[in-house]
């Protein structure tokens, strides 16, 4: 397998190798991200676990934007996206064109499941909100389950990216 460092991803070297990498059925959805700096951080994460594609929705910015790129290393250049009104028109679209798959939300909520307790299946989609105000009720009314990292300091959240990559690197344990 073919790894690139940081120099040859930001000289636009991964789109001779887009292709090579096979994909897993992993889809993520950006409701409402506002930071840039997380948008190209999850596009690293895509591209880390081979996610075949994520979902930009709502305010999230897309690119190209220069702090997305700087961020995302030049991943947004392979990994595959699209832009979307709202995550709850992403995910009727992925519900109509890939069978059987697993809509996840990451979140707090009474009605969450322990991130690690819970049994993952792929294809599987991951919804990750806004910094502020997290996954929209609308879309937390539409997912299959909710996972929630449980946190045991005074914080009571951890940063989006973070959320979703612990997450993330479950669901390719337990897959």
């Given amino acids: 397998m073919i790894k690139l460092n940081a120099s040859q991803l930001r000289k636009g070297i991964g789109d001779r190798v887009?292709?090579?990498?096979?994909?897993?059925?992993?889809?993520i959805v950006l409701d409402n991200v506002l930071d840039t700096y997380n948008i190209?951080?999850?596009?690293?994460l895509a591209?880390?676990?081979a996610a075949k594609k994520i979902y930009l929705c709502g305010g999230t910015e897309i690119p190209p934007n220069h702090r997305i790129k700087k961020a995302s290393i030049n991943t947004t250049e392979?990994?595959?996206?699209?832009?979307?009104?709202?995550?709850?028109?992403?995910i009727n679209d992925i519900r109509l064109t890939i069978n059987d798959i697993q809509i996840v939300a990451i979140e707090q909520s009474t009605k969450s499941v322990q991130y690690d307790k819970f049994d993952y299946k792929l294809p599987i989609c991951l919804i990750v909100g806004n910094e502020t105000h997290g996954v929209s009720k609308e879309v937390l009314e539409m997912v299959d389950a909710i996972v929630e990292i449980?946190?045991?300091?005074?914080?009571?959240?951890?940063?989006?990216?973070?959320?979703?990559?612990?997450?993330?690197y479950k669901v390719i344990e337990k897959t």
């Fill in 18 to 27: 887009q292709g090579i990498v096979k994909k897993q059925e992993i889809y």
């Fill in 40 to 44: 190209g951080s999850i596009f690293r």
């Fill in 47 to 49: 591209d880390a676990v």
């Fill in 78 to 90: 392979w990994v595959e996206w699209s832009y979307k009104e709202s995550a709850i028109e992403a």
């Fill in 150 to 168: 449980p946190m045991f300091g005074v914080n009571i959240s951890l940063n989006v990216m973070v959320s979703l990559g612990i997450v993330l």
